[in-house]
């Protein structure tokens, strides 16, 4: 299961960042996002216990949902997201080791960037998607002047600040996907809650595709 078969297959290209989520509830919330349609989960590494979440919505949803983990911020971290079976991996910056041994493990990759210059950084070190953080903060005009320069065929995830509300927004300039945090699940929330908004957010995205 790659982010290239999800997509090609219809998936929504939303990633759900299930930061602060809990392993005892990390099955129930997986499954209503999966259920809602959402097939991207991301459990960023600064949640409690991230391993043992990673590993049981891989357990439980490996075969139809891209499981992975966030926040990584070296090549350590790296290596334990592909032991405990991880598939994506995820950070807040463009760090080309963390990158390059992601690449070698034959993880997808969604490494973040802010400017030009860390952008073509994560490219050269093997990313073929990036994730601009914080998007809120820089808008979708940002995302248009970055298309202009940037090779055809990498992907822009933007991050931080996307939701239901944005998302067609983002796509339409030029983004492939989004990354939604807050506005899917925060720590607490019970599984009915992130059902009902993954619900709302895979309408949103159905509606901005036409």
Known sequence: MTLDDLLANGAPPVCAILRGIRPQEAVDVGAA???????????????????????????????????????????????????????????????????????????????????????????????????????GRLGSAYVKAIRDVLPGDVGVWAVGGAGADTIGEWLAAGCEGIGVGGALYRPGDDAAIVAQRGRQLVAAWLAARG
């Open 33 to 135: 996002l999966v259920d809602a349609g959402i097939r991207i989960l991301e459990v960023p590494f600064n949640s409690p216990e991230p391993l043992t979440s990673i590993a049981a919505m891989q357990q439980a949803f490996g075969d139809v949902a891209l499981i992975g983990g966030g926040t990584v911020l070296s090549v350590e971290v790296v290596e334990a997201l592909h032991r405990a079976g991880g598939r994506i991996m995820v950070t807040p910056n463009t760090d080309a080791a963390v990158i390059a041994r992601g690449a070698a493990l034959g993880l997808d990759l969604l490494p973040g960037f802010m400017t030009p210059g860390e952008a073509f950084a994560a490219i050269a070190a093997g990313a073929k998607r990036i994730k601009l953080f914080p998007a």
